[in-house]
């Protein structure tokens, strides 16, 4: 049994996500052996974050202004928004260069047995900015799970009862570059043969 203050740390670093208790007690053993100053630098980026930043307005990423600069950038196409689950699926999108409309973030995914999740995310914002806004194409970026499909087949519904001429469309899926066919799931292969192109 530690002392209480090592406790609590180490419960509230258990509480983040795949950190373990055996992990947030190494945690706290690290921070403690480095001393005052290393505690004091992550106390003072923790707070720097929680006082700066915001959600954005629009797409409802988290920013150090509202709205972000993804949404007030006049060079991003406004009828194009591509929906992703978390910020960090807004980063790998845009690394890849070849994506320049607005985002929505959904903070998470829709489960099947879980109607209560609903409210916590970001759904009912994303239509009411398709009632408000003139959008040509929603794209459906979000992970080809249960969690993933269910959330993608809410919003196709909702979205079509909104805005009926907006157009919908999901990632393309399919077998990875220099993949084998043999080691493919069932899943990513039936995509590749529904998703296959001619050339």
Known sequence: MYAKPIENLIKA???????GPRTAERFV????????????????ALKELMDNIKSCEICWDFSDTSPCHFCSDARRDPKMICVVAQPQDRETIERTGEYHGQY??????????DDGIAQFLKLNELVNRIKKNE????????????????????????????APETKVTRLARGLPMG????Y????????ALKHRTQN
């Open 104 to 113: 929505h973030i959904l903070r998470g995914t829709l489960k099947p047995d």
């Open 135 to 162: 959008v040509d194409e929603i794209i459906l970026a979000l992970n080809p799970d249960i969690n993933g499909e269910t959330t993608m087949m809410y919003l196709e519904r909702q979205i079509k009862n909104t």
């Open 179 to 182: 993949s084998d066919l043999q």
């Open 184 to 191: 493919a799931d069932e899943i990513t292969l039936g995509s």
């Open 29 to 44: 053993f690290h921070l403690l052996k480095k001393g005052k100053k290393d505690v004091g630098e992550l106390t003072l």
């Open 13 to 19: 670093f258990s509480s983040l996500p795949t950190v």
